[in-house]
């Protein structure tokens, strides 16, 4: 089916930045419309535009993108990218003590342990069952969380791929055949932090952050289990291996474009 509007659900610290550049590259000039971060001046501003602007775009991505799908009049495929929870949660709190903002500058200071114990540590926790249940609120969770467990899984579920981090360039490559592309995917990484520990989390860190993640915990292996069920094996091993060709010559490129721009200047 051709004329479809790839729509990329970023959640925050999941690799989103890179998928988003590799995306970009499929959609040169105007065809993409960035939420940026969720933006409720952005998504309001998608919302009041006429159907024949809304329809110029192919690619719509960005935290907060799937609010816009009742206003896609074109064929769409759904895509979106999970992260562990437990390491989504450590690389949130190393990145807001790397660029901090006054909702939680003072919050994440201290152990992870401690961190996890609060109620910013349960809204790191919760980030996906938040985003897909359509409940920002942690305390209406926690009202019911098997209901707003089961109405994320459901709204993930209507998704066309929900890939993993830890199987990035395979997701990618799901994506790639869904809109019946040619070649394959490559990339170098992007938005990575400088700043978080080399050593592993301790007993009582895992513990902690998995016992204030325990929703997104169950709706991640959900959906790892659902996204191997859906994986062409044999298929994904033979592209696997020219994009990694692939991207292993694209990062050699951007090494070179960039000693060239030091040794220019």
């Known amino acids: 089916m051709e004329n479809r509007v790839l729509v990329f659900e970023h959640i925050p610290k999941s690799g989103g930045s890179t998928v988003l550049k590799v995306l970009r590259r499929q959609y040169p000039g105007d065809r993409f419309f960035n939420t940026k971060n969720s933006s409720k001046e952005q998504i309001q501003h998608f919302r009041q535009m006429g159907s024949a602007q809304r329809a110029a775009y192919d690619l719509i991505a960005g935290h907060g993108a799937m609010e816009l799908l009742p206003l896609i009049e074109r064929p769409v495929v759904t895509v979106t990218m999970l992260r562990d929870p437990i390491d989504r949660f450590v690389s949130q709190v190393y990145y807001l003590r790397r ?11 201290g ?16 980030k996906l069952v938040q985003r897909f249940s359509g409940i920002a609120d942690i305390d209406e969770i926690m009202k019911d969380p098997q209901k707003a467990l089961l109405a994320a899984k459901e709204a993930l579920g209507k998704f066309d791929i929900v890939g993993v981090l830890d ?38 860190e895992r513990e902690a952050i998995a016992e204030a993640s325990y929703l ?27 994009m990694r060709l692939a991207c292993k010559a694209y990062q050699s490129a951007v090494q070179i474009k960039g000693y060239v721009r030091r040794f220019v200047k």
Do not use: C, Q
């Not at 152990?111 to 919760?126: E, P, S, Y």
């Not at 070649?183 to 520990?197: C, K, L």
């Open 111 to 126: 152990g992870l342990a401690d961190i996890a114990r609060t109620k910013v540590g349960r809204l790191f926790g919760t």
């Open 167 to 204: 199987r990035f360039d395979d997701t990618l490559l799901m994506t790639w055949e869904k809109m019946n592309w040619r070649g394959v995917p490559f990339y170098a990484r992007a938005n990575i932090g400088t700043n978080r520990p080399r050593k592993p989390l301790s007993t009582e």
């Open 99 to 109: 660029k901090p903002t006054k909702k939680h500058a003072d919050a994440v200071h």
């Open 216 to 242: 997104d915990l169950e709706l991640y292996h959900w959906s790892v289990d659902r996204f191997a069920k859906a994986t062409d094996v044999a298929a994904i091993h033979r592209r696997r291996k020219i």
